[in-house]
T-cell receptor, first 114, second 113 residues
Framework: QQQVKQSPQSLIVQKGGISIINCAYENTAFDYFPWYQQFPGKGPALLIAIRPDVSEKKEGRFTISFNKSAKQFSLHIMDSQPGDSATYFC?????????????FGKGTKLSVIP | KAGVTQTPRYLIKTRGQQVTLSCSPI?????VSWYQQTPGQGLQFLFE???????NKGNFPGRFSGRQFSNSRSEMNVSTLELGDSALYLC????????????FGSGTRLTVV
């Protein structure tokens, strides 16, 4: 499986602002795209996930936008809060038979300043 | 419900030694995966077990090995430790596939000196 490229590496956003993190992939066989949130000293926790037959998925303040033709997907955090300060990872997987792993982006460290 | 439990939380080992890490999955989960997390390489897949069988393996040397027991608990072993093995080792469990209940533990921080 090829890599997933994530940008930016770090992001500083004012409280109440919109945080946007982008990911791009090469392998068109990927069919599951989750986003994970990781706080220091903890393991990654699933935030939201999308499949390529949907262009957008929203859960509370978190939205995934998916562009299949461009092979890109992004996470939008609306009304960002200091408690959202964490490292965010995009990931991709082929959920069909024979593949049971996630390929992760390198992560984005988000700091939300009051 | 109890989450994924990894023990120990921290380990310090000397180069050349070997180490065994343990992972207890969420009750009912039969798949256990292991990842290595480093600042430089990020999260990299090591291997995955389901019903005591290794189904998938990442691109790591043979010094990294694992196993799964009949109660779904898993261990990973690293032999002949190198300084570059210093990392956070994460375990994730699921019912089967990555899109079905995939949950990470808090990890074991391994430092090789």
């Amino acid at each position: 499986q090829q890599q997933v490229k994530q940008s930016p590496q770090s992001l500083i956003v004012q409280k109440g602002g919109i945080s946007i993190i982008n990911c791009a992939y090469e392998n068109t066989a990927f069919d599951y795209f989750p986003w994970y949130q990781q706080f220091p000293g903890k393991g990654p926790a699933l935030l939201i996930a999308i499949r390529p037959d949907v262009s957008e998925k929203k859960e509370g303040r978190f939205t995934i936008s998916f562009n299949k033709s461009a092979k890109q997907f992004s996470l939008h955090i609306m009304d960002s809060q200091p408690g959202d300060s964490a490292t965010y990872f995009c990931a991709a997987s082929i959920t069909g038979a024979g593949s049971y792993q996630l390929t992760f982006g390198k992560g984005t460290k988000l700091s939300v300043i009051p | 419900k109890a989450g994924v439990t990894q023990t120990p939380r921290y380990l310090i080992k000397t180069r050349g030694q070997q180490v065994t890490l343990s992972c207890s999955p969420i009750s009912g989960h039969r798949s256990v995966s292991w990842y290595q997390q480093t600042p430089g390489q990020g999260l990299q897949f090591l291997f995955e077990y389901f019903s005591e069988t290794q189904r998938n393996k990442g691109n790591f040397p043979g010094r990294f090995s694992g196993r799964q027991f009949s109660n779904s608990r898993s261990e990973m072993n690293v032999s002949t430790l190198e300084l570059g093995d210093s990392a956070l080792y994460l375990c994730a469990s699921s019912f089967n596939r990555v899109d079905y209940g995939y949950t990470f533990g808090s990890g074991t921080r391994l430092t090789v000196v």
